[in-house]
């Protein structure tokens, strides 16, 4: 049907059928919900027996005159005056879907009389703008932003019409905004989209070139509009190329990830070496790049939100890939090996105590400055000792590293005090003296420790301390024996291991056998064999006849095998992504996993030998 536009058969199936649609909608939406409304499903029926052409906009304002008599009868009657602002949601549902579905979902494009209608729908008489909606009982809102999925659905089309309409929306609501970014940005967002819906089937690949082709003509926009206002001269053209530079500077991290991972080398290809080198030219391009805005702030944003400060760090530690972060942004070498703070988040009185410890380690006496703790203040005590003290080994500037002096005044103060437990004190002494990963080089604070290593050193460090200062609660059990006593958990069964399927699949019916070799078969059903066959993988006789089991043949084990210990093998046996086990979601077994790993490590960093056989 969608390829048969001019046959008239076709179009008459076609309509018909949206007629049909129409209703269904309509009693999905309301009738189900509220019976008594299937009278107005009715005159939806009457209706569209004569016209139902979506793509007109008398069909659409036939719907939402339908609506709104709906809505002004209802209100009249005593038993809908509670329930109609639900009713109304619920005609809102309903008109967004007909229109997305019925109105755009169309081979051709809707008529330039119905994009009209429905931005009539979005403007008041008074130039104000409401949520998209077909009740003028919807309250305005004096904020010009389209809170709905109109805009999407128009730029879907991307036709010179569409554009020109919203081109002159933006001149009607440049008055009313005055400073407001709310609606620039939303424009930009659904550009965006369209421009991302065209290529979302592209390889990477095949992406490059569209994206080296969107960048120019994103760069020859701002060009034309730099600093626009939009008070002022702000129009579709410029929001048009911010769109499509956002556009390449995705397809830029993408690369650079791809490229710099290592995970996939046929990315080193000479139109990617030109499509970095114009990415390039636009990060440093002083007049698209603006103080704290532009593509290039854009870039460094999206690669840090999608890949990590990590992998930035690693990037940039490339001389020829200093251009990624801005120049007014770009730290020095001996800056670039101060390491960032994690725990700022923690809560308050971690920063006070790692503020006192500063103070206290340069200079400052130990008692006067940290004063009284207690067991509350144990982990951010710990986190701010390993930040200030254990992390001053990563500057190459001896000055900037703790003193001999002052590690022994802390070490001191720390066992005087006393709100430390037996793990942790051990725990702080380690972190004092940088020997907490002695047998582990990786995870060791330097100057030429590895950013990812680093953070990785973060999370493990973190577990290991919070772990152990909640040692007497019950849950937390397994975690502190693999921190402290792994060994203790070889006959243990460990969270998220794999489980034996074979007990649960025995309840489903049926029966398992070995052959002579031990190789396991399963009969169905009664679970009696009837025939005999040869082993698959060794070509003995299996099964039987007449409910008889070969004697050659035997009942499987019944037994759970399920194994104790660590038994996920190493990290190249095991799946990419995490997979459920048991009742457990695979965030959850992820999560588990990442916590026992990191127990682990910290116990195999201070006694290398700690889990073998576990």
Not at 266 to 271: A, L, M, R, S, V
Request: neutral net charge.
């Amino acid at each position: 049907l969608t390829l048969s536009q001019g046959n008239k058969m076709a179009e008459e199936i076609r309509c018909t059928w949206h007629s049909l649609r129409v209703i269904e909608l309509f009693v999905e939406h309301l009738v189900m919900k509220y019976e008594d409304l299937a009278m107005y499903a009715r005159r939806l029926s009457l209706y569209m027996k004569k016209r139902s052409d979506f793509t007109k906009a008398s069909t659409i304002i036939y719907v939402q005159k339908t609506l709104r008599v709906m809505d002004a009868e209802l209100e009249k009657k005593k038993e809908y005056r509670p329930v109609m602002q639900k009713i109304r949601e619920y005609c809102k549902s309903f008109f967004m879907e007909v229109v997305s579905s019925l109105c755009f979902g169309q081979p051709k494009p809707p008529e330039p009389a119905l994009i009209c209608e429905l931005l009539t729908l979005v403007f008041t008489e008074k130039d104000e703008t409401k949520e998209f909606s077909y009740s003028d009982k919807i309250k305005t809102d004096r904020v010009p932003v389209i809170r709905s999925f109109l805009l999407q659905l128009l730029l879907e089309h991307n036709t010179d019409d569409v554009k020109r309409y919203l081109d002159d929306y933006i001149s009607k609501s440049r008055h009313i905004i005055k400073d407001d970014q709310n609606l620039c940005l939303l424009c930009i967002q659904c550009l965006e989209d369209a421009i991302y819906k065209q290529y979302s089937q592209f390889s990477l690949q095949e992406r490059i070139p569209h994206a080296q082709q969107l960048l120019h003509e994103g760069v020859d926009a701002l060009r034309e509009h730099p600093n626009p206002s939009l008070e002022e001269n702000i129009n579709l053209t410029y929001l048009e190329g911010v769109a499509k530079l956002r556009f390449a500077k995705f397809v830029v991290a993408e690369l650079l990830h791809c490229q710099f991972e290592g995970k996939r080398k046929g990315y080193y290809t000479h139109e990617a070496q030109l499509f970095l080198q114009a990415a390039k030219g636009c990060c440093e391009d002083e007049i698209v790049n603006v103080e704290d805005a532009g593509p290039g702030i854009f870039l460094v944003k999206h690669i840090v939100r999608q890949y990590g400060m990590t992998f930035l760090m690693n990037l940039i530690s490339d001389h020829s890939m200093e251009w990624v972060v801005p120049v007014h942004l770009r730290r020095s070498k001996e800056e670039q090996q101060e390491t960032s703070d994690p725990f700022v988040i923690y809560n308050p009185i971690y920063g006070n105590i790692r503020t006192q410890l500063t103070d206290a380690v340069y200079g400052m006496e130990v008692e006067n400055t940290l004063g009284k703790l207690t067991t509350k203040e144990a982990v951010p005590y710990m986190l701010a000792l390993y930040q200030v003290v254990t992390l001053s080994h990563v500057h190459v500037d001896e000055v900037k590293m703790v003193k001999d002096e002052a590690k022994a005044e802390i070490d001191k103060f720390t066992k005087k005090r006393g709100f430390l437990n037996r793990q942790l004190m051990w725990a702080a002494q380690s972190l004092i003296q940088n020997t907490h990963c002695e047998n582990l080089e990786p995870m060791l604070p330097t100057p030429r420790q590895n950013p990812q290593n680093r953070i990785l050193a973060d999370v493990i460090v973190h577990a290991a301390i919070v772990f152990n200062s909640k040692s007497a609660l019950q849950i937390l059990q397994p975690f502190v024996k693999m921190l402290n006593t792994p060994g203790d958990l070889k006959r243990a069964y460990l969270p998220t291991m794999p489980d034996d399927s074979l007990p649960e699949v025995r309840q489903a019916g049926g029966q398992f056998y070995e052959c002579p070799r031990g190789h396991p078969y399963f009969v169905s059903e009664c679970g009696q064999p009837m025939q005999e066959y040869s082993c698959p993988q060794c070509g003995s006789t299996i099964g039987g006849k007449d409910h008889i089991l070969n004697p050659s043949n035997r009942v499987a084990r019944t037994n759970d095998a399920t194994q104790t210990g660590y038994c996920l093998g190493g990290p190249g046996q095991r799946e990419a992504l995490p997979t459920p086990e048991r009742t457990l979601s695979p965030a959850a077994c992820a999560i588990l996993r990442a916590l026992m790993h990191c127990s682990l490590i910290w116990a195999s960093c201070n006694n290398e030998t700690a889990t073998e056989g576990l």
